[in-house]
């Protein structure tokens, strides 16, 4: 009778290793190329950071269980494992380099809405035209991608310079962003911040 359940346990433990690799490879891909960012205690962590952790716990992960275990992987596991892990560290500098050239800043806005809901802008500028996005951040400090976006001329940063306005009620927030008669908000503007 024992004999099965420790061969049960042996032939289960590879899978296990591989499955846990995988999915930690396969979320930090997704994460390096969403509009992923996640906020803890008050500061912001973009997608390509929360790609940097991921990626290095799932190899970090799955190399001890490797080592653990000892067991060889199947060729395309192998080959599948490298080209996400590939598809992960493209997308992390890409989004560091992203966010670097275009001077990327993060705010988190207060005041926090109706069930600690929380807008969090992220503004970048670049030649002569500024971008910014909302994301609306629930209790778990995740968003899982912007609820809303903006242009604005000559590169001008509506929240950094204070004109905009952010206004909770009961079913979310409306986050209005302004801009000056010389920088005006040539696309978008309003946002709905709904972490429901």
Known sequence: MDEP????RETGAPAVRTAVGVVGICLAAVASWSSTLLVVRGQVVPGWGVSAVLLGLAVVLRWGLHRVGGTARSRWVRIGSRVLIGVAVFGTVWG????????????????????GCTAVVRETSFLVIGNGEAYAVGRTGLALGA???????????????????????P??????????????????????IDCG
């Open 5 to 8: 359940r420790a061969m049960r």
């Open 96 to 115: 560091a380099v992203d966010d670097l050239v275009s001077d990327a800043r993060y705010f988190v806005l207060r005041p926090v809405g109706p069930g």
């Open 171 to 192: 079913g979310g927030g409306l986050l209005q962003v302004r801009g000056t008669s010389t920088d005006p908000v040539v696309h978008g503007g309003l946002t709905d």
């Open 147 to 169: 609820a809303g976006s903006w242009t604005v001329d000559d590169g001008y940063r509506p929240v950094a310079g204070g004109t905009y306005t952010l206004d909770w009620g």
